[in-house]
């Protein structure tokens, strides 16, 4: 379902005088952050007065806690509850006057919204580029409704298609269980590396909110029954989660040049 993008950034049609010759206006162009604002915007407007909400993480996500914050401010929405799936996200809500609680408090959440590094035709999706991913599928996983909002260039045509599969190690032995991780996907030409700061071999090890480090899966086919791949992953000793989120999206609203789209299980 295509439906027009939202007039968020105050563009307006000018009238052209009767009879007058001019050539056809020109598209506008918008930005990837104007298109994931857009895909956020569009997904807050599912967010209702009363509602415990999963608060994502990353860039697209932002847009989304940012504007119902303002909202909140604005006296359209009440009561609501945040849980935030990172600490990142946890200051961002604080700093914006979002009341917050946890998993323990509230085990139900009426929605999440948040990003995604892919989506495929399946509504499948690859999450864990920014480093959250254990704590974002706790929560999202606690949802009734997921919405996945994204800019159309994460779309592809299978999961681990277009960059790292992220897969949240412990620090213990966290070389042993790279290898292994490497090994199991050795069909798919699979490297796998652990993630640092600057993404460089030298660079300071990246450790999660939980302490933990991050192998990164980099696949050159496409790794099959992604249930199989998710089991394997978890049988590891070692691995404690991996960026795959099947079968959890519930909506994935697709912002692009033309309009939104909305793609519902």
């Known amino acids: 379902m295509a439906i027009p993008c939202p007039s968020i950034f105050g563009s307006e049609m000018v009238p052209i005088e009767s009879g007058a010759m001019s050539p056809p206006p020109s598209p506008l ?48 929405l009440k009561n609501i509850i945040g849980i935030p799936t990172s600490k990142k996200t946890h200051q961002q809500a604080v700093s914006l006057g979002i009341p917050l609680s946890d ?29 959250s991913l254990l704590r974002e599928k706790m929560i999202e996983s606690a949802c009734k409704k997921f919405i996945v909002i994204v800019d159309e260039s994460k779309l592809v045509p299978h999961v681990g298609a277009c960059g790292a599969m992220p897969v949240e190690v412990v620090p213990f032995c966290w070389k ?63 691995a404690v989660e991996h960026g795959m989120f099947l079968d959890m999206a519930t909506t994935v609203i697709v912002a692009g040049e033309l309009g939104i789209t909305i793609k519902n299980k």
Do not use: W
């Open 29 to 76: 162009i918008l930005t990837q952050d104007e298109l994931k604002k857009i895909a956020a915007y569009k997904a807050v407007e599912f967010v209702q007065s009363g509602m415990v909400l999963g608060l994502g993480t990353g860039s697209t996500a932002k847009h989304a806690v940012d504007r119902i914050a303002d909202l909140l401010h604005q006296g359209k």
């Open 103 to 131: 998993l323990d408090s509230h085990p139900i959440v009426d929605l999440a919204i948040d990003g995604a590094d892919e989506v495929d035709s399946n509504l499948n999706l690859v999450k864990g580029r920014g480093g």
């Open 176 to 238: 042993f269980t790279q290898d292994k991780l490497q090994s199991l996907f050795d069909y798919a030409g699979c490297v796998a590396k652990l993630r640092s700061n600057n993404g460089g071999e030298d660079g300071e090890i990246f450790v999660t909110d939980n302490g933990n480090y991050i192998v990164d899966l980099f696949f050159k086919k496409d790794v099959g029954d992604l249930k199989i791949a998710s089991d394997a992953i978890l049988r590891l000793a070692g």
